[in-house]
């Protein structure tokens, strides 16, 4: 990649160095610590380079979630030893504010892991395990984690396909992925402030607790347990705890964090997500009069089979119109469609042809000049990542609450640079799409 070389504060010293389980995770955790003042990079995996531009914390992008064990500790380490190289002083492990994990894991291996390769380090035999973003209604309490006015079993987590969590008290759930022994920085401990939150750390470490799940319902307790932690290497957490870190290193929140190069090019919006926010956000687009070309998933397979090339379709449709202001391309669909076309293809089958699609379209939009893009759906996004063969972004001003502008170098536009926005399936008002494009301006 050609932007690896000339960035021109190569070297910059890295203060906080984050791995995260999931992509838009790790845009979530950027998105806070770019709020709370830090010039954040995102990058996707562990890089094979050292970062080309300057920033005070990186976050790794990692898909480690639900992956088996050893493989998210082998990621995970490998991210760890790439963040230390430059120059990291501490790691943040990011995980969902959810806690999804498996019996297995894989929060407390990953952990155990860093814990373990961290051991060399003054204060390396002890972290924290916290998912509280009051923000977005996460909360624990008594070491009890709350989604809403719900206990974590109780709100619909305990369905969830790949990580169903059945149990609410985060001391237990840990400790049965834990070697070493799980404790609790209660509520009462946490509201009286930095001296208490340490003098409890010093008694756990005595007792030998090597990890302890932290209380906190409100962001003024995030807050307080900021500088309590500023000794830690490593600090386990959801993206909530980010908000009380920048100050351990002497930085405040400005406007200067979320800078982004000026936006040039055409406008555009890919989205192939099917969620009730996205296809508000369609419905959206279409009604204020903007052009729109709907895929079918029938068709594209049907197109395909007649060898036809569906993305120069989708070209010669756009192009005409990019110079009069953004279209938008989508396969979003409501729910008894989607079930319709995986009836007749698949599930996996179906979102793999669409998501596909979509990240060859997203690379052709980019070849014509398109400079701006949004990206509606999780997986969609990660598949326009990769195929626009982004390797890091730098994070920018937020849209919506976990929604932030990004700037990439992609191989589709060489020397250019791409501004872009990943929004994950029910984030975002029902503007999102305008709004997105016209904050850029
Ligand atoms: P979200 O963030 O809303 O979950 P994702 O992009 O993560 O969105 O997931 C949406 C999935 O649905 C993708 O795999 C996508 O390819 C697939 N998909 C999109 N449109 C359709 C459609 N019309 N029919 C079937 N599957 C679709």
């Known amino acids: 990649m050609s932007h690896a070389q000339h960035g021109s504060h190569a070297g910059a010293q890295v203060r906080?160095?984050?791995i995260a389980d999931d992509f838009t995770g790790a845009t979530d955790l950027a998105n806070n610590l770019v709020r709370a003042g830090m010039r954040v990079v995102q990058v996707i995996g562990v890089?094979?380079?050292p970062l080309a531009v300057a920033a005070d914390a990186v976050v790794v992008a990692l898909k480690s979630r639900t992956v088996p064990a050893p493989e998210a500790v082998a990621q995970s380490l490998a991210a760890l030893h790439w963040l230390r190289a430059q120059g990291a002083g501490q790691i943040y492990f990011k995980y969902c504010s959810t806690f999804d994990s498996t019996a297995q894991g894989n929060i407390g291996p990953?952990?155990?892991?860093?814990?373990?390769?961290?051991?060399?380090v003054p204060g390396g035999d002890f972290t924290i395990a916290t998912p509280a973003f009051p923000d977005n209604q996460r909360t624990v309490f008594k070491g009890h984690l709350f989604v809403g006015?719900?206990?974590l079993n109780e709100s619909g987590m305990q369905h969830h396909p790949l990580t169903p969590m059945q149990d609410a008290n985060l001391v237990r759930v840990l400790q049965a992925q834990c070697q070493r022994q799980v404790g609790l920085i209660d509520y009462q401990v946490v509201a009286q402030g930095e001296a208490a939150i340490r003098a409890r750390i010093a008694a756990l470490r005595a007792q030998g607790v090597g990890l302890a799940v932290v209380d906190a319902i409100s962001n003024a307790d995030l807050l307080r347990l900021g500088p309590a932690l500023k000794d830690l290497p490593l600090v386990t957490a959801g993206s909530g705890v980010a908000i009380g870190l920048p100050a351990n290193f002497g930085i405040t929140p400005s406007d200067q964090a979320s800078a982004l190069p000026a936006p040039s090019g055409w406008q555009a919006v890919v989205s192939g997500s099917c969620s009730q926010a996205t296809n508000r956000q369609v419905a959206a687009f279409i009604q204020s009069g903007r052009p729109a070309l709907a895929l079918d998933p029938l068709h594209i397979a049907a197109r395909q089979a007649a060898g036809a090339d569906v993305v120069a379709d989708a070209m010669a449709w756009a192009e005409p119109l990019l110079g009069q202001g953004p279209v938008l391309i989508y396969s979003s669909a409501d729910p008894a469609a989607v079930k319709a076309v995986q009836g007749q293809l698949g599930v996996a089958a179906a979102g793999a042809l669409v998501e596909t699609t979509l990240a060859a379209i997203s690379r052709a939009l980019v070849q014509r000049g398109v400079r701006q893009l949004v990206v509606a759906g999780g997986e969609t996004s990660g598949a326009c990542v990769q195929a626009l063969g982004i390797r890091q972004m730098q994070i920018g001003p937020q849209i919506d609450p976990g929604v932030p502008w990004c700037f990439a170098q992609t191989d589709a536009a060489p020397?250019?640079?791409?501004h872009l926005a990943l929004k994950s399936g029910n984030f975002g008002t029902d503007d999102f799409f305008i709004k997105a494009l016209a904050r850029l301006a």
């Open 47 to 49: 890089p094979s380079q």
């Open 415 to 418: 020397a250019a640079g791409l």
């Open 110 to 120: 990953v952990a155990e892991a860093l814990l373990d390769a961290l051991a060399d």
């Open 16 to 18: 906080l160095g984050c």
């Open 149 to 151: 006015d719900m206990l």
